[in-house]
């Protein structure tokens, strides 16, 4: 009898562990509410794209995901902003934005086409490469004109939420 209760005993502990596996699994398996929104969020945000318009030609630019990016949509859900940028050493435009945004710099290598912020209040368009600690800001997604349009000296870049 005492043999029986034993082997009971272990197999109720051995059902009971099984059962609170399964439970574990099934809740890793569906993501809470809280989970998902904020899954929603993030891909919302990375869909996020913004206009770059320099004179007649304008691009489309994806953008990060960070607090630079999210205070510079809430600047463009007012208005458009325009901004005198000036060549720099040959592979950039640097213009200042006139507000200063959160920043997380980094060290980064760019490329042509990204776009970052620089000491926390200036805005930069890559033509060419540079490595050092920025905020990213996004991407030009077709690059296509883009170091035309960019040219020689100094240009008007217009920025703004993407339709």
């Given at each position: 009898m005492k043999k029986f209760f034993i082997l009971f005993m272990v197999f109720m502990l051995v059902l009971s562990f099984t059962a609170c596996e399964n439970e574990a699994q099934s809740n890793d398996s569906e993501p809470s509410s809280v989970e998902r929104k904020e899954t929603e969020e993030v891909e919302d945000m990375t869909a996020m794209k913004m206009s770059v318009t320099i004179g007649e030609q304008s691009f489309t630019?994806?953008?990060?995901?960070?607090?630079?990016?999210?205070?510079?949509?809430?600047?463009?859900?007012?208005?458009?902003?325009?901004?005198?940028?000036?060549?720099?050493?040959?592979?950039?435009?640097?213009?200042?934005?006139?507000?200063?945004?959160?920043?997380?710099?980094?060290?980064m290598t760019t490329q042509a086409g990204d776009i970052v912020l620089y000491s926390g209040n200036q805005i930069v368009m890559f033509y060419g490469s540079?490595?050092?600690?920025?905020?990213?800001?996004?991407?030009?997604?077709?690059?296509?004109?883009?170091?035309?349009?960019?040219?020689?000296?100094?240009v008007t870049a217009v920025f703004s939420i993407a339709k």
């Amino acid at each position: 009898m005492k043999k029986f209760f034993i082997l009971f005993m272990v197999f109720m502990l051995v059902l009971s562990f099984t059962a609170c596996e399964n439970e574990a699994q099934s809740n890793d398996s569906e993501p809470s509410s809280v989970e998902r929104k904020e899954t929603e969020e993030v891909e919302d945000m990375t869909a996020m794209k913004m206009s770059v318009t320099i004179g007649e030609q304008s691009f489309t630019a994806t953008l990060e995901n960070n607090d630079a990016t999210h205070e510079l949509l809430k600047l463009m859900e007012k208005a458009p902003i325009s901004i005198e940028m000036d060549d720099y050493s040959g592979f950039e435009k640097v213009g200042p934005l006139g507000k200063s945004l959160p920043s997380d710099n980094r060290k980064m290598t760019t490329q042509a086409g990204d776009i970052v912020l620089y000491s926390g209040n200036q805005i930069v368009m890559f033509y060419g490469s540079n490595s050092w600690e920025y905020t990213g800001i996004g991407r030009i997604d077709d690059l296509s004109g883009w170091e035309d349009a960019l040219g020689t000296g100094s240009v008007t870049a217009v920025f703004s939420i993407a339709k």
